[in-house]
């Protein structure tokens, strides 16, 4: 083989595993977000339980809660306390990827020559700036 078409084959290949990486970063999404929605159905059980419970005077109950292959009985305060701490734990994971896949597509549209996507990088106002900004207008 020459030259160019060596170069070519390891151009064409770094793209390859590139676009795999980048690939398996949404695929990670897709499952911390999937892993996500079930913390937060079961969150909305464990208050709709918990709140009918209270109704009948019935405090300090426990429910069981599965950690792996494990079944743990444990109150239901501190079952809602371990599964919001595990949806705002879930939320950062997300927000992490989705900022480190940003990089990954413009590291694949170097790569295969493009220039970078336009808009993508943009990020979300935050609740005081969007405060700020309603006091402006």
Known sequence: MSFDTNKLLEQLTAVEYAAQDLLEERQNIVALDRTRNHTREARTALKHIVSDRESLANHGSKTWMCFGNTFIKMKNDTALELLNESHLKL????????????????NVRELEGNSHAAGFNLKALSPDEQKALNRLL
């Open 91 to 106: 939320d950062r994971e997300i927000e992490k990827s989705r900022n480190g896949l940003r990089d990954k597509l413009n």
